[in-house]
């Protein structure tokens, strides 16, 4: 079992940055495919942004250009930069890790964009 443990999130206002985290328990963590996702309230879970094992990266179109996602396979982390937020970003976000077919989730962590 993979546990992912998100960390960073809070409140921000509109134009602001913040940075989350996520720690992976597994000793496999640099063959997966990691992921940050979100949820806003009454809406279906979105992919973010996604890293592959060797750093290749694909992003939603409504955060290219603001987010950056990053891994650092020795410490078995992943980061996901957020700038320029906006209120439309307020969601639980959610860090994922994909291998062989199988999905595995954290808990998530409540980013809030507002005045």
């Known amino acids: 079992q993979v546990q992912l443990v998100e960390s960073g999130g809070g409140l921000v206002q509109p134009g602001g940055s913040l940075r989350l985290s996520c720690a992976s328990s597994?000793?496999?963590?640099?063959?997966?495919?990691m992921g940050w996702y979100r949820q806003a309230p009454g809406k279906q879970r979105e992919s973010v942004a996604t890293i592959t094992s060797d750093g290749m990266t694909t992003f939603a179109d409504s955060v290219k250009g603001r987010f950056t996602i990053s891994r650092d396979n020795a410490k078995k982390l992943v980061y996901i930069q957020m700038n320029s937020l906006k209120p439309e970003d307020t969601a639980v976000y959610y860090c994922n890790a994909r291998f062989q077919g199988m999905d595995y989730w954290g808990k998530g962590t409540l980013v809030t964009v507002s005045s």
């Open positions: 597994s000793s496999m963590f640099s063959i997966y495919v």
